[in-house]
Protein backbone atom coordinates (compact mmCIF):
# COMPACT_ATOMS: atom_id res chain seq x y z
CA UNK A 1 0.00 0.00 0.00
CA UNK A 2 2.54 2.26 1.02
CA UNK A 3 4.47 1.43 -2.58
CA UNK A 4 0.97 2.44 -4.12
CA UNK A 5 1.16 5.62 -2.46
CA UNK A 6 4.69 6.12 -3.59
CA UNK A 7 3.82 5.05 -7.23
CA UNK A 8 0.56 7.54 -7.03
CA UNK A 9 2.53 10.42 -5.74
CA UNK A 10 4.79 9.85 -9.55
CA UNK A 11 7.96 8.15 -7.76
CA UNK A 12 8.79 5.48 -10.20
CA UNK A 13 12.19 5.70 -12.29
CA UNK A 14 12.10 8.09 -14.94
CA UNK A 15 9.17 9.92 -13.20
CA UNK A 16 10.85 12.62 -10.79
CA UNK A 17 9.42 14.45 -8.31
CA UNK A 18 10.82 17.57 -9.81
CA UNK A 19 12.17 18.15 -13.15
CA UNK A 20 14.51 21.14 -12.21
CA UNK A 21 13.36 21.68 -9.23
CA UNK A 22 16.72 22.11 -7.71
CA UNK A 23 18.13 24.43 -10.49
CA UNK A 24 14.98 26.26 -9.53
CA UNK A 25 13.85 25.67 -12.96
CA UNK A 26 10.21 25.01 -11.91
CA UNK A 27 10.08 28.44 -10.81
CA UNK A 28 8.68 29.14 -7.05
CA UNK A 29 6.08 31.73 -8.44
CA UNK A 30 4.24 28.83 -10.01
CA UNK A 31 0.95 28.61 -8.31
CA UNK A 32 0.84 25.68 -5.81
CA UNK A 33 -0.78 22.66 -7.38
CA UNK A 34 -2.21 21.28 -3.97
CA UNK A 35 -5.12 22.74 -2.07
CA UNK A 36 -5.06 23.41 1.53
CA UNK A 37 -6.98 21.05 3.42
CA UNK A 38 -8.45 20.50 7.29
CA UNK A 39 -5.74 20.73 10.17
CA UNK A 40 -3.40 18.01 10.55
CA UNK A 41 -1.38 19.15 12.79
CA UNK A 42 -3.44 20.75 16.38
CA UNK A 43 -1.65 21.43 19.35
CA UNK A 44 -4.10 22.51 22.35
CA UNK A 45 -2.52 24.41 25.36
CA UNK A 46 0.52 22.36 25.10
CA UNK A 47 3.18 22.35 27.42
CA UNK A 48 7.06 20.57 27.88
CA UNK A 49 8.74 20.28 31.23
CA UNK A 50 12.52 18.55 31.21
CA UNK A 51 12.43 17.03 34.59
CA UNK A 52 11.87 19.74 37.56
CA UNK A 53 12.89 22.64 35.34
CA UNK A 54 10.66 25.18 34.63
CA UNK A 55 8.35 24.77 31.50
CA UNK A 56 10.37 24.91 28.38
CA UNK A 57 6.97 25.35 26.31
CA UNK A 58 4.06 27.18 28.11
CA UNK A 59 0.06 27.05 26.43
CA UNK A 60 1.48 26.68 22.80
CA UNK A 61 -1.51 26.14 20.59
CA UNK A 62 -2.18 26.53 16.83
CA UNK A 63 -3.49 24.58 14.04
CA UNK A 64 -1.67 23.65 10.82
CA UNK A 65 -3.49 22.70 7.66
CA UNK A 66 -2.64 19.75 4.99
CA UNK A 67 -0.50 20.99 2.09
CA UNK A 68 0.55 23.86 3.98
CA UNK A 69 4.29 25.39 4.10
CA UNK A 70 5.28 26.69 7.64
CA UNK A 71 8.10 28.39 9.28
CA UNK A 72 8.88 28.42 12.85
CA UNK A 73 11.56 30.94 13.98
CA UNK A 74 12.73 32.52 17.18
CA UNK A 75 15.95 33.21 19.29
CA UNK A 76 18.24 30.26 20.07
CA UNK A 77 16.98 28.64 23.22
CA UNK A 78 13.17 29.70 22.42
CA UNK A 79 11.94 25.76 22.42
CA UNK A 80 11.94 25.63 18.41
CA UNK A 81 13.14 21.96 18.57
CA UNK A 82 11.21 20.99 21.29
CA UNK A 83 8.07 21.89 19.63
CA UNK A 84 9.32 19.71 16.72
CA UNK A 85 10.62 16.96 18.65
CA UNK A 86 6.45 16.97 20.28
CA UNK A 87 5.67 17.18 16.65
CA UNK A 88 7.36 14.36 15.10
CA UNK A 89 6.39 11.92 18.13
CA UNK A 90 9.89 11.88 19.57
CA UNK A 91 8.68 13.77 22.80
CA UNK A 92 5.54 13.56 24.71
CA UNK A 93 3.81 17.10 26.30
CA UNK A 94 3.82 17.25 30.00
CA UNK A 95 0.23 18.81 29.31
CA UNK A 96 -2.18 19.52 26.55
CA UNK A 97 -3.18 17.73 23.58
CA UNK A 98 -2.14 17.13 20.77
CA UNK A 99 -3.47 15.67 17.42
CA UNK A 100 -1.84 14.59 14.21
CA UNK A 101 -4.15 13.30 10.67
CA UNK A 102 -6.75 13.76 13.34
CA UNK A 103 -5.83 12.11 15.86
CA UNK A 104 -4.98 12.69 19.39
CA UNK A 105 -1.52 11.46 19.62
CA UNK A 106 -0.68 12.34 23.57
CA UNK A 107 -2.90 9.43 25.04
CA UNK A 108 -2.02 7.25 21.68
CA UNK A 109 -1.12 3.44 22.60
CA UNK A 110 3.19 3.26 21.98
CA UNK A 111 2.46 0.56 19.47
CA UNK A 112 0.88 3.13 17.40
CA UNK A 113 3.49 5.24 17.11
CA UNK A 114 5.67 3.85 14.49
CA UNK A 115 2.70 4.23 12.17
CA UNK A 116 2.61 7.60 12.69
CA UNK A 117 6.15 8.27 12.70
CA UNK A 118 6.79 6.59 9.05
CA UNK A 119 3.84 9.47 8.14
CA UNK A 120 6.61 12.14 9.10
CA UNK A 121 10.03 12.95 7.08
CA UNK A 122 12.30 14.70 9.82
CA UNK A 123 15.48 16.26 8.83
CA UNK A 124 17.39 16.37 12.54
CA UNK A 125 19.60 19.55 13.13
CA UNK A 126 22.12 16.94 14.08
CA UNK A 127 21.73 15.04 10.68
CA UNK A 128 21.47 11.38 12.56
CA UNK A 129 22.87 9.76 9.44
CA UNK A 130 23.95 6.16 9.69
CA UNK A 131 27.48 6.19 10.11
CA UNK A 132 28.16 2.69 8.73
CA UNK A 133 25.78 2.96 5.24
CA UNK A 134 26.94 4.61 2.73
CA UNK A 135 25.46 7.86 1.59
CA UNK A 136 23.19 5.58 -1.10
CA UNK A 137 22.18 3.21 1.61
CA UNK A 138 21.58 6.43 4.09
CA UNK A 139 18.72 8.30 1.19
CA UNK A 140 17.72 4.74 0.23
CA UNK A 141 16.49 3.69 4.02
CA UNK A 142 13.31 4.95 3.90
CA UNK A 143 12.22 3.12 0.78
CA UNK A 144 13.53 -0.10 1.87
CA UNK A 145 11.48 0.14 5.25
CA UNK A 146 8.54 1.08 2.79
CA UNK A 147 9.00 -2.17 1.51
CA UNK A 148 10.25 -0.83 -1.76
CA UNK A 149 11.16 -3.77 -3.97
CA UNK A 150 15.13 -3.33 -4.60
CA UNK A 151 14.94 -3.27 -8.31
CA UNK A 152 12.61 0.39 -7.90
CA UNK A 153 15.15 2.09 -5.63
CA UNK A 154 17.80 3.00 -8.07
CA UNK A 155 16.45 5.46 -10.07
CA UNK A 156 14.82 7.57 -7.15
CA UNK A 157 17.64 7.45 -5.24
CA UNK A 158 20.18 8.34 -8.40
CA UNK A 159 17.92 11.07 -8.94
CA UNK A 160 17.74 12.55 -5.51
CA UNK A 161 21.42 11.75 -5.04
CA UNK A 162 22.06 14.56 -8.15
CA UNK A 163 19.19 16.88 -6.85
CA UNK A 164 21.30 17.53 -3.82
CA UNK A 165 24.76 17.55 -5.35
CA UNK A 166 26.00 14.53 -4.62
CA UNK A 167 25.77 11.86 -7.42
CA UNK A 168 29.64 11.49 -7.18
CA UNK A 169 29.50 10.59 -3.62
CA UNK A 170 27.24 8.02 -3.37
CA UNK A 171 29.28 5.20 -1.92
CA UNK A 172 31.07 7.23 0.74
CA UNK A 173 30.39 6.92 4.15
CA UNK A 174 28.62 10.33 5.82
CA UNK A 175 32.07 10.74 8.39
CA UNK A 176 33.89 11.44 5.45
CA UNK A 177 31.50 14.43 3.82
CA UNK A 178 31.50 17.91 4.78
CA UNK A 179 28.96 19.31 7.39
CA UNK A 180 27.13 20.78 4.41
CA UNK A 181 27.05 17.75 2.42
CA UNK A 182 25.86 15.40 5.44
CA UNK A 183 23.25 18.36 5.75
CA UNK A 184 22.05 17.58 1.89
CA UNK A 185 22.06 13.62 2.50
CA UNK A 186 19.55 13.90 5.48
CA UNK A 187 17.37 16.18 3.46
CA UNK A 188 17.23 13.73 0.33
CA UNK A 189 16.49 10.97 3.24
CA UNK A 190 13.81 13.01 4.71
CA UNK A 191 12.16 13.58 1.63
CA UNK A 192 12.74 10.44 -1.02
CA UNK A 193 9.56 8.64 0.50
CA UNK A 194 6.79 12.05 0.09
CA UNK A 195 6.33 11.65 3.58
CA UNK A 196 2.81 13.53 4.84
CA UNK A 197 4.45 15.78 6.92
CA UNK A 198 8.08 17.15 6.64
CA UNK A 199 9.71 18.30 9.52
CA UNK A 200 13.25 20.43 9.28
CA UNK A 201 15.01 21.57 11.79
CA UNK A 202 17.19 24.24 10.44
CA UNK A 203 17.92 22.16 7.37
CA UNK A 204 20.31 25.14 5.71
CA UNK A 205 22.40 25.78 8.76
CA UNK A 206 25.40 24.75 6.85
CA UNK A 207 25.14 25.31 3.44
CA UNK A 208 25.29 28.76 1.18
CA UNK A 209 22.99 30.61 0.70
CA UNK A 210 22.83 29.05 -2.69
CA UNK A 211 22.42 25.66 -1.47
CA UNK A 212 20.04 26.67 0.70
CA UNK A 213 17.77 28.39 -1.81
CA UNK A 214 18.00 25.66 -4.08
CA UNK A 215 16.82 23.19 -1.26
CA UNK A 216 13.83 25.70 -0.09
CA UNK A 217 12.90 24.88 -3.93
CA UNK A 218 13.11 21.19 -3.51
CA UNK A 219 10.92 21.72 -0.21
CA UNK A 220 8.67 23.78 -2.35
CA UNK A 221 7.98 20.98 -4.78
CA UNK A 222 7.40 18.83 -2.28
CA UNK A 223 5.24 20.43 -0.57
CA UNK A 224 3.15 21.60 -4.15
CA UNK A 225 2.73 17.10 -4.12
CA UNK A 226 1.26 17.82 -1.32
CA UNK A 227 3.25 17.44 1.95
CA UNK A 228 3.16 19.74 4.59
CA UNK A 229 6.02 21.35 5.31
CA UNK A 230 7.41 22.52 8.75
CA UNK A 231 11.10 24.29 9.04
CA UNK A 232 12.65 25.42 11.59
CA UNK A 233 15.36 28.66 10.75
CA UNK A 234 16.42 31.91 11.63
CA UNK A 235 17.11 32.83 8.32
CA UNK A 236 14.32 35.49 7.57
CA UNK A 237 15.27 35.92 3.91
CA UNK A 238 14.76 32.50 3.00
CA UNK A 239 11.17 32.47 4.73
CA UNK A 240 10.51 35.57 2.32
CA UNK A 241 11.65 33.08 -0.94
CA UNK A 242 8.68 30.94 -0.16
CA UNK A 243 5.28 32.08 -1.76
CA UNK A 244 2.62 31.73 0.49
CA UNK A 245 4.80 30.33 3.77
CA UNK A 246 3.33 31.50 6.92
CA UNK A 247 5.15 31.43 9.92
CA UNK A 248 5.18 31.22 13.75
CA UNK A 249 7.52 33.06 16.51
CA UNK A 250 8.64 31.48 19.74
CA UNK A 251 9.47 33.43 22.39
CA UNK A 252 10.93 32.02 25.43
CA UNK A 253 8.74 28.47 25.26
CA UNK A 254 5.55 30.83 24.46
CA UNK A 255 4.21 31.47 20.61
CA UNK A 256 4.58 35.46 20.12
CA UNK A 257 0.84 35.16 19.49
CA UNK A 258 -0.71 33.09 21.74
CA UNK A 259 -3.67 32.49 19.87
CA UNK A 260 -1.86 30.34 17.04
CA UNK A 261 -2.40 32.85 14.18
CA UNK A 262 0.18 32.30 12.00
CA UNK A 263 1.60 35.41 10.12
CA UNK A 264 3.38 35.51 6.21
CA UNK A 265 6.84 36.27 6.71
CA UNK A 266 8.57 39.71 5.79
CA UNK A 267 9.25 40.04 1.63
CA UNK A 268 7.00 36.97 1.23
CA UNK A 269 5.18 37.59 -2.15
CA UNK A 270 2.19 36.25 -0.41
CA UNK A 271 2.36 38.56 2.11
CA UNK A 272 0.82 41.35 0.12
N1 LIG B 1 16.61 17.10 26.68
C1 LIG B 1 16.61 18.26 27.35
N2 LIG B 1 16.71 18.26 28.70
C2 LIG B 1 16.68 19.41 29.39
N3 LIG B 1 16.56 20.64 28.83
C3 LIG B 1 16.46 20.69 27.49
C4 LIG B 1 16.48 19.51 26.69
N4 LIG B 1 16.35 19.88 25.39
C5 LIG B 1 16.26 21.22 25.38
N5 LIG B 1 16.33 21.71 26.64
C6 LIG B 1 16.22 23.13 27.02
O1 LIG B 1 15.05 23.67 26.46
C7 LIG B 1 15.28 25.00 26.03
C8 LIG B 1 14.86 25.12 24.56
O2 LIG B 1 15.76 24.34 23.78
P1 LIG B 1 15.50 24.08 22.24
O3 LIG B 1 16.63 23.26 21.72
O4 LIG B 1 14.13 23.56 22.06
O5 LIG B 1 15.58 25.57 21.65
P2 LIG B 1 15.81 26.08 20.15
O6 LIG B 1 14.90 27.26 19.98
O7 LIG B 1 15.65 24.96 19.19
O8 LIG B 1 17.32 26.56 20.20
P3 LIG B 1 18.41 26.63 18.99
O9 LIG B 1 17.91 27.65 18.01
O10 LIG B 1 19.64 27.11 19.70
O11 LIG B 1 18.54 25.25 18.42
C9 LIG B 1 16.75 25.30 26.27
O12 LIG B 1 16.84 26.04 27.48
C10 LIG B 1 17.37 23.94 26.43
O13 LIG B 1 18.46 23.97 27.30
Known sequence: MRL???RGAGFTAGRPLCHGCMSGAEGSARAPVFTIMSAIVQFENVGLRYGLDSETLSDVSFSLHGGGFYFL????GAGKTSLLKLLYLAQRPSRGVIRLFGEDVVTLPRKRLPGFRRRIGVVFQDFRLVPHLSVYDNIA???RVAGMEEAEVDAPVSEMLNWVGL???GQARPATLSGGEQQRVAIARAVIARPEILVADEPTGNVDADMASRLMTLFEALNRLGTTVVVATHDLPLMGQVTGAQMMRLDKGRLAD??????YPPRSRGSA
Open 167 to 169: GDR
Open 258 to 263: PTGALR
Open 73 to 76: TGAS
Open 4 to 6: ARL
Open 141 to 143: LPL
